[in-house]
């Protein structure tokens, strides 16, 4: 596995810091950087960022992002990989009249948020060149043609629930031309300690400001690769993890991550299915 770090530096920070040859400008005020994380420009990044904090309290970068690269081996001999869903759309549920109970959250990190309803959504908002796709809320879709193929291959640990079409006044009132199924995962895995989590690359969140007493919620992001409790897995194809990432602000929801079996995993790139990319997950004792 080689792993790098991309990283959207401000090109008034990014005069100051870095060679002007390094990285890619974007829209003239934003450059574009990509290094290993076990670089030495890495490292440097991380003094910067400390540095541009401290002195102007300020962001050295406007936005990261952490991405593993695996070989064919890596990937096909994992027994679960993280299933990282790449297309995001609005307006949520929440907005198309779905119905939540908040009667039971948590008072700390406002976990547990139960759905009431079946799902209410714009499906023309939901991207054409995708066959799973998640809302700002986290409502999980996935295509009528992957649908089939989990029901046909008896894949286990889910459900599908109904999704009804409700047209935004700002949006075009033509018919969707696909259908869509909500994902309900009801398998769920414990992460182990292991896993690190924090608000970016160069800060863990020492505060805990994101991480609920309760257990609940364990982090804004995860920072490392997903390691789980193997004797929690009990065998289902589709899972979630019980424990919940990011945080409950505005139609923000605190969400769990999903893991897919090495069977499903082979299924999905054999139909082609569209809208996300995974990472091996490592399974302890």
């Not at 995001?88 to 759905?115: H, K, M, W």
């Amino acid at each position: 596995m080689k792993e790098y770090a991309e990283f959207r530096v401000p090109e008034s920070y990014a005069k100051e810091f870095l060679p002007a040859d390094f990285g890619k400008n974007v829209m003239d005020f934003v450059r574009r950087v990509r290094v290993p994380t076990d670089s030495e420009m890495h490292k440097k990044i991380g003094e910067f960022y400390k540095l541009v904090r401290s002195r102007d309290q300020d962001y050295f970068f406007l936005g990261w992002d952490i991405q593993r690269k695996y070989s064919e081996k890596e990937l096909e001999s994992a027994e679960l990989l993280l299933l990282k869903i790449s297309r995001t759309f609005e307006p949520a549920g929440l907005e198309c009249g779905t119905i939540y109970d908040n009667q039971n959250v948590c008072e700390i990190c406002g976990s547990g948020i139960r759905q009431i309803s079946e799902l209410i959504l714009d499906l023309n908002t939901i991207p054409k060149n995708a066959d799973i796709a998640r809302t700002i809320s986290n409502e999980i879709v996935i295509s009528q043609e992957m649908a089939q193929i989990l029901i046909d291959n008896n894949i286990t640990g889910y459900k599908l629930g109904r999704v009804h079409h409700k047209v935004s006044p700002t949006k075009s009132t033509r018919n969707p031309k696909k259908t869509w199924h909500q994902l309900i995962v009801n398998s769920l895995v414990s992460i182990s300690p292991m896993t690190k989590t924090g608000n970016g690359p160069f800060d863990k969140d020492e505060d805990n400001s994101y991480r609920c007493k309760n257990g609940h919620t364990i982090g804004l992001n995860i920072l490392s690769e997903l390691s789980i409790y193997k004797g929690s897995w009990d065998g289902s194809d589709i899972v979630a993890t019980k424990e919940m990432f990011g945080v409950n602000r505005g139609l923000l929801r605190t969400y769990p991550l999903l893991l897919i079996s090495q069977k499903l995993y082979r299924l999905m790139k054999k139909m082609e299915c569209k809208g996300f990319t995974v990472e091996v997950v490592e399974l302890i004792d």
